[in-house]
């Protein structure tokens, strides 16, 4: 079956600029999660969205980032005003009634 | 003192060998216990799930959890060259997961 999907696969944008980066979980996984990676490091967690609606978003690293989630299923995340902090893979994740979280292939993020 | 601890390698070893990768984590109330393998720019695939302590077998891979020492690890026998990535713990209590930092293994034909 199909697993999560994840959009564009690799983005380049200049710094200043805002960006759109698409999450299409495992159809009737409720559970939706947002990390990044960057280089060499951990998973960092950004946001978690269980149905529509987001109880923990403890880890967005600033008011530049935000994240929906429509329809409980499709989710977009959205980083305004580009840093080259921001550089790094953005992956998401979906899962269903259980723990284990089932990745998506991540967008790999360079901001100039 | 981070919640869990994975030694980030990098771990070589010549194809055939047997692997041990280890965590140890902090949290007594994590329950569930899991493997991801990720090859270089791809996602992590999950490998391993186990609840509470014991072990738990998959071809190659075995998983074992000691929960009263707070210590996870997944084995790999007969390693072959595809085994070559990184390999994370996680675990969770339900409602929060907590992710190992990676081990990067290399096995060399």
């Known amino acids: 079956g199909a697993g999560v999907s994840q959009s564009p696969s690799n983005k380049v944008t200049e710094k200043g600029k805002d960006v759109e980066l698409r999450c299409d979980p495992i159809?009737?996984?409720?559970?939706l999660y947002w990390y990044r990676q960057s280089l060499g490091q951990g998973l960092e967690f950004l946001i978690y969205?269980?149905?529509?609606?987001?109880?923990?978003k403890s880890g967005l690293p600033s008011d530049r980032f935000s994240a929906e989630r429509t329809g409980g299923s499709v989710s977009t995340l959205t980083i305004q005003r580009t840093q080259q902090e921001d550089s790094a893979v953005y992956l998401c994740?979906?899962?269903?009634?259980?723990?284990?979280?089932?990745f998506g292939p991540g967008t790999r993020l360079l901001v100039l | 003192q981070k919640e869990v601890e994975q030694d980030p390698g990098p771990l070589s070893v010549p194809e055939g060998a047997i692997v041990s990768l280890n965590c140890t984590y902090s949290?007594?109330?994590?329950?569930?216990f899991m493997w991801y393998r990720q090859y270089s720019r791809k996602g992590p695939e999950l490998l391993m799930y186990?609840?509470?302590?014991g072990n738990k077998e998959d071809g190659r891979f075995t998983a074992q959890v000691d929960k009263s020492s707070k210590y996870i690890s997944l084995f790999i026998r007969d390693s072959q060259p595809s085994d070559s990535a990184t390999y994370l713990c996680?675990?969770?209590?339900?409602?929060?997961?907590?992710f190992g930092a990676g081990t990067r293994l290399t096995v060399k034909p």
């Open positions: 994740a979906s899962s269903s009634g259980s723990p284990a979280q089932y």
């Open positions: 159809s009737g996984h409720t559970a």
């Open positions: 969205f269980q149905g529509n609606s987001a109880p923990d």
């Open positions: 949290n007594s109330a994590f329950q569930y």
């Open positions: 186990t609840y509470s302590s």
């Open positions: 996680a675990m969770s209590d339900y409602n929060d997961m907590r």
